[in-house]
């Protein structure tokens, strides 16, 4: 007896610890900031002023691994964009500019790519940038990249060539975005094998610091090749709740605050300025498509058909935010068809009508899995909530911690239907559709369609660009045609900066880029 | 009950009766009639101020905030409801157990009772829920669980004097069994101090069904409750929708003196 005491005393111990340093901790914190007087914040934003430092706020901590090859979450991509590099860089337009490289050519059958690499750069570890270097790059990447679109991308790359100061690679096939893809591959020093926990490229800032569930520390990377940043000093703060947001903001502690809702940015202090973008990132209603009442085409078409995206964009975002329709968002303008927007119009008739045929007349109960740190996200969730409602369907929305969500939900597929966005984390269609390949790792929402992957193997082999486009947007259509989710918006995306602060840049991808911020 | 409000003047128990009556009165009205459905949205009302056709004012969805107010405080007078039940139920079975039999039996279960109440119940409700998941027929369970242990101590100590009048010795003489001891002869005379800490278990249990909500753990999102509607408008304070707070604080605050009044209304009754 006293033995089986002495373990449900260290259990309960032990989750009283786990509970100790769950999320909580920074809503304390924030609560204690509260009481600082705002004269006390004005003092402390003039003093970050006076040092050349900011405080960033983000929504979650970054990942377990900051390895550039192992960057798994938009969070992390985000930030992370400050410190690696690769060859090409993409710029605020869309556009891939030299970076490490200072030009290409390409051979005529498009298989040979010679870059040029740039001279004396340096890495935040003081080891200059050589050819090897780059070669070690790629062939680390190509083998351990948890992005499966570039990891495949790579596969065709037949040879990476050091030579002197050029770097030749020899395709198997042609690929129209291979550019794009060079982007992705961040070059690292050779075998510096920190880079998990340290880690270190050769972009505007370094790694600094970083205190779990609390605090990263970024500093300017003095030896940078290109333009310095202006910003001495960036500490991004993690703020999980939207009490602790709101707190933070209200009470000064932030300099920069990014993808806030618009109620957030409403009634902010005039210390603020706000800058209006999009998160270009596909939100929707993801659907479980293996379970039921899921499995059945008729049942997602009435959540289709029940859910009312303009409405939900009037209350959550005072009408701010692009509708979808797919897949895709309106930055790849190459891929985005505007025909699917309204390819499910508001109709709760209509869906009731599809429910009756799927067999639930009466309806049927749901639960909308939400993380509970994107305030955007449970507040869309909420709102479809209501609106199913009319088509009968009782839908619950259950917040959940965001790492319960990565490996309960992302990881796991343990769940009904779920609201977050996805990015892209390259500038590619595959991108945002080759998740939806069945047998994607990456596959969350079990969508299986043959003709989908049929489509998506054959855009990936071919280098003919109007027939890739083509099957891409079949592809798109048939997301839309199977409602494989209710595709929602691409949020509008509310940045707090601090009035005294310019210099913010908007990005097609989901980047954060603090190297232009300036007081 | 006439007696109660004539006795010695009581009025706590007066003034208990009164506010308890009226939110009662509110909350029933609230289960067939809101001036508008609670979960309603209006994107055209976002955030207003109290006024004659929105006497609270609305959040941040353009819902009435005085119908969400009636119908919140309905599912956090059930929460507290089942709590109470279920919680007295199995405390007057095991304080009636431990104070009739003594020895081995109480020892145990006692002991028990008190490892429960060693911690912080709500500390410890958090816990349990992070491992089986908000909700809330969940939060529903643990706190009835947790409010076991204040119903079997008054109970126990109850049984444990009365165990010892002559009477009970006499009807054990006569060879009534055990049971018919216990529901007959001295449950009735231990219902007039169950009744206070029913009443305050009561109170308790609206505060705990509030910190929980509060503290995101409790009803879903889109359900409401009175702790549910506290954290959503925490953030709104300083941000112009102060009166979202203040009346569904002012609520709670209500609820819980209604009750309170009652039991100590009782317990004065029981004393004089």
Redesign the interface.
């Known amino acids: 007896m006293k033995k089986f005491?002495g373990v449900l005393l260290s259990v309960?111990m032990i989750?009283?610890l786990l509970?100790g340093c769950?999320g909580k901790t920074n809503s304390t914190e924030a609560s204690g900031e509260t009481s600082a007087t705002k004269e006390q914040a004005d003092t402390g934003a003039a003093a970050r002023k006076a040092n050349n430092e900011i405080v960033v706020g983000i929504a979650q901590d970054l990942s377990s691994s900051l390895d550039p090859y192992e960057l798994s979450t938009a969070g992390t991509r985000e930030l992370m964009f400050n410190v690696y590099e690769a060859l090409y860089k993409v710029a605020p337009s869309g556009d891939y500019e030299p970076a490490l490289a200072t030009a290409y050519t390409v051979s005529d059958d498009g298989l040979t790519y010679r870059f040029t690499l740039r001279e004396g750069v340096k890495f935040h570890n003081d080891a200059v940038l050589t050819a090897a270097d780059v070669v070690y790059s790629f062939n680390t990447c190509r083998e351990k990249s948890v992005d499966k679109n570039v990891k495949a991308a790579l596969q065709n790359v037949a040879e990476v060539k050091a030579d002197d100061n050029t770097v030749t690679m020899t395709l198997t096939a042609p690929n129209s975005d291979f550019l794009v893809y060079v982007g992705s591959v961040y070059i690292v020093p050779d075998s510096y094998s920190d880079q998990a926990t340290k880690p270190v490229g050769t972009g505007p800032f370094v790694f600094t610091e970083r205190k779990v569930q609390d605090s990263i520390v970024f500093t300017r990377f003095e030896n940078y090749w290109g333009e310095k940043a202006k910003i001495q000093k960036v500490t991004f703060r993690i703020f999980d709740?939207?009490?602790a947001l709101?707190t933070a903001l209200?009470s000064d502690t932030v300099d920069l605050f990014a993808h806030l809702t618009s109620?957030q940015v409403?009634?902010l202090s005039k210390n603020y300025e706000v800058l209006e973008g999009t998160m270009n990132l596909v939100q929707a209603l993801y659907i479980n498509n293996a379970v039921k009442p899921f499995d059945d085409v008729r049942v997602r078409q009435a959540l289709n058909y029940a859910i009312d995206v303009d409405?939900m964009l009037?209350?959550t975002a005072d009408g701010h935010g692009t509708k979808l329709g797919s897949s895709i968002y309106p930055a790849f303008t190459k891929y985005f068809d505007e025909s699917l927007v309204n390819a499910y119009p508001h109709d709760a008739a209509k869906a009731k009508e599809l429910l009756t045929q799927a067999g639930y007349p009466n309806g049927f109960d749901m639960t909308i899995t939400?993380p509970?740190n994107y305030t955007n996200h449970?507040?869309t969730?909420?709102?479809l909530?209501?609106q199913l409602?009319e088509a009968g369907i009782n839908?619950?929305?259950?917040?959940v911690e965001w790492d319960a969500w990565v490996t309960d939900i992302y990881q796991g597929r343990n769940f009904q239907t779920t609201v977050v966005g996805f990015d892209a984390s390259t500038l590619t269609a595959e991108a945002l559709l080759a998740r939806f390949v069945s047998d994607s790792s990456k596959n969350m929402c079990n969508y299986q369609n043959t003709e989908f992957d049929a489509l998506m193997a054959e855009a990936g082999s071919i280098t003919d660009d109007a027939r890739r486009t083509e099957c891409y947007r079949a592809a798109e259509k048939l997301l839309s045609d199977d409602a494989a989710n209710v595709y929602l918006q691409d949020m509008a995306d509310f940045v707090a900066l601090r009035s005294t602060l310019s210099g913010f840049r908007f990005y097609p991808l989901y980047v954060l880029d603090l190297s232009g911020l300036t007081y | 009950m006439k007696k109660l409000f004539e006795k010695h003047n009581n009025w706590f128990f007066r003034a208990g009766f009164v506010i308890t009556a009226f939110m009662l009165l509110m909350i029933l009205i609230g289960q067939f009639w809101t001036p508008y459905e609670p979960s309603a949205m209006d994107a055209s009302a976002k955030g207003l101020a109290p006024s004659l056709s929105h006497l609270f004012g609305t959040d941040k969805f353009g819902r009435d905030i005085f119908s969400r107010v009636m119908e919140g405080a309905g599912s956090t007078l059930l929460i507290a409801f089942f709590v109470v039940l279920i919680g007295a139920s199995a405390g007057v079975l095991i304080g009636a157990v431990t104070g009739y039999c003594g020895g081995i039996v109480d020892e145990i279960l006692m002991r028990i009772c008190d490892g429960i109440t060693a911690f912080p119940s709500v500390m410890l409700a958090l816990i349990i829920i992070a491992v089986l998941g908000p909700g809330k027929w969940n939060v529903i369970w643990v706190l009835a669980i947790l409010f076991i242990p204040s119903f079997a101590r008054v109970v126990r100590t109850e049984f444990s004097r009365i165990k010892k009048q002559n009477y009970i010795s006499l009807a054990k003489l006569q060879g009534v069994g055990p049971l018919r001891i216990i529901i007959r002869h001295m449950l009735p005379n231990a219902f007039p101090v169950l009744l206070p800490a029913i009443s305050i278990g009561f109170n308790n249990a609206v505060l705990a069904e509030a910190s929980m909500s509060f503290l995101g753990v409790g009803v879903s999102v889109n359900e409401v409750s009175l702790g549910r509607m506290l954290n959503d408008s925490q953030n709104y304070i300083l941000r112009g929708l102060p009166w979202y707070a203040l009346f569904v604080g002012l609520t709670i605050a209500l609820l819980i003196l209604g009750f309170s009044l009652l039991g100590e209304g009782l317990q004065k009754n029981n004393e004089g």
């Open positions: 005491f309960v989750l009283l509970g769950g709740t939207e009490t709101v209200d109620t409403n009634g409405a009037q209350m939400v509970s449970v507040d969730a909420v709102v909530a209501e409602k839908a619950t929305v259950q917040e």
